[in-house]
């Protein structure tokens, strides 16, 4: 089974950026959907940022504009660039991959602590 490790995260600055990576186990082409989710403290799991073969990538209402999402299946790892970062983007942030091959199955990563404070 394909394993999701995900790094980049740290203390950044507000209006800073930062780049996290997802690095997997093996080929990333078993998942048909791929993306990024973050869990602030005390709240619920919220889309950053997926995308899908043959479908528009998808944002998060409270990231649209601010951060991109990358895949590159040769080097089987997946990106996500965030910029002018806020405090309220304080959260662990989560590589998530999903398949359909053979049945529907989906992978999460142990996440990333990104924290944005002066």
């Known amino acids: 089974q394909v394993q999701l490790v995900e790094s980049g995260g740290g203390l950044v600055q507000p209006g800073g950026s930062l780049n996290l990576s997802c690095a997997a186990s093996g080929s990333i082409l078993v998942f048909n959907t791929m993306g990024w989710f973050r869990r602030a403290p005390g709240k619920e799991r919220e889309l950053v940022a997926t995308?899908?073969?043959?479908?528009?990538?998808k944002f998060g209402d409270a990231v649209k504009g601010r951060v991109t999402i990358s895949r590159d299946n040769a080097a089987n790892t997946l990106c996500l660039q965030m910029n002018s970062l806020k405090p309220e983007d304080t959260a662990v942030y989560f590589c998530?991959?999903?398949?359909?091959?053979?049945?529907?199955?989906?992978?999460w990563g142990q996440g990333t602590q990104v924290t944005v404070s002066s």
């Open positions: 995308m899908s073969s043959g479908r528009p990538t």
């Open positions: 998530n991959g999903i398949g359909l091959n053979p049945t529907l199955f989906q992978i």
